[in-house]
């Protein structure tokens, strides 16, 4: 193999169905993924009104069985996947000896001693690697199933309706972060009702042969409500508003679970030993004591945008840094998450501002998320 080839991003099973559609690809943690295919606020406010349709299919997804499956996890992760029942997931995460966040992720229990851990594109080696590592000991495999399957998202307030039309599946009855399998517009799925824009919706995880069926089965169901096709950009948007957190940005190996103002993640209650735990338990005391920098929003005063790296200013010091910028479809200003210092990070602290090139521009600190879906 040329190294050229090597080195070619992977292309998921809807390539040549994106391209076909005018996508505007990125190479996106070595895939080549769709960005935007025409506006990226229409595709947001398509979301937030109606139903968009994501291709997720660079997710890395990894297969955990055996009859110590659940206490491998309990081991392995920080949350307690044991207590999780089957058909139900959870959001957790895979942290080093030291506390520091190796990746989040969400954990389906599929059957009793089969679970699906769903790690982010750009950490999939990385978890692998880890829970292969972590499983010495335990009975319980570790399976590499990136390659096993395509995932699909249909997110928005019309997403329940539109796949209702292609299933008989219970959808009523499925809660958020859970699981089932079903059968959508004849294609064998498994259902999840979970997202990453803030808004009511599904995952779906089909093999790679059927899913450009799927994709045109949903994207005929929806035409009579606005469905729309979407990329990372508005995906991006759409979480910030959320205010979920991005690897990448607000979580990293730098950071503990504490300091990222997520540590209701790291169940200390559970059974056994964890990888990180003692790193945790002095992390947890730190964030009680001596708080570090707290993940806040920032709502701009003015039209200027923030990006990740940016200082927070105020009375001349730097007392933060912005991890995630972007204009705010839904509220019609820019907006940012940022670390800031304890003593800045209480909403509405007065002389807070982004240094934007030089110029510091005002800003308001919100608490989390900037947008929050009616029930």
């Not at 990226?40 to 299919?57: K, P, Q």
């Not at 009793?112 to 999939?124: H, I, L, P």
């Not at 997202?195 to 790679?208: A, I, N, R, S």
Request: hydrophobic share 40%.
């Amino acid at each position: 193999m040329s190294s050229t080839a090597a080195s070619a991003p992977r292309r998921t099973a809807l390539d040549a169905l994106h391209r076909s559609l005018g996508a505007t690809m990125t190479d996106f943690a070595g895939w080549d993924m769709p960005l935007r295919y025409g506006s990226e606020r229409d595709e947001h406010n398509a979301v937030r009104t109606r139903a968009g349709l994501f291709d997720l299919s660079h997710m890395g997804e990894i297969t955990v069985t055996g009859v110590q499956a659940a206490a491998f996890l309990n081991h392995a992760l920080v949350g307690n996947i044991a207590s999780v029942g089957v058909g139900r997931a959870r959001y957790t995460m895979i942290c080093q000896a030291d506390g520091g966040i190796l990746d989040d992720l969400i954990v389906y229990r599929l059957a009793e001693t089969e679970y699906m851990v769903v790690a982010n594109a750009s950490n999939a080696q990385v978890v692998l690697d880890a829970l292969t590592e972590r499983v010495a000991g335990f009975d319980a495999e570790v399976r590499d199933d990136r390659d096993a399957y395509a995932l699909i998202a249909v997110q928005g307030p019309e997403s329940p309706g539109i796949l209702k039309s292609l299933t008989d599946a219970d959808l009523d009855g499925l809660k958020y972060y859970a699981g089932l399998p079903g059968t959508v517009a004849g294609v064998p799925a498994l259902i999840a009702r979970t997202g990453y824009t803030g808004e009511d919706g599904f995952e779906l995880f089909v093999k790679p042969e059927h899913a450009v069926e799927l994709w045109q089965a949903l994207t005929e169901a929806g035409e009579g409500v606005g469905l729309v096709p979407c990329g990372l950009s508005c995906r991006d948007t759409l979480r910030l508003e959320a205010g979920m957190p991005l690897y990448g940005n607000e979580l990293s190996t730098s950071l503990t679970p504490f300091d990222a103002g997520l540590g209701r993640v790291v169940k200390f209650e559970k059974e056994g030993d964890f990888v990180g735990r003692e790193a945790l338990r002095k992390a947890a005391e730190r964030a009680e004591t001596d708080p570090p920098r707290v993940l806040v929003g920032l709502v701009a005063e003015g039209r200027r945008v923030p990006r990740a790296g940016y200082p927070v200013v105020a009375g001349g010091e730097v007392v933060g840094e912005v991890t995630s910028g972007a204009p705010s479809p839904t509220l019609g200003k820019p907006i940012a998450m940022a670390y800031v210092d304890a003593a800045h990070a209480a909403p509405g602290t007065p002389g807070v501002g982004v240094d934007i090139r030089g110029s510091h521009e005002p800003y308001e600190v919100v608490a989390l998320p900037f947008y929050k879906r009616q029930k």
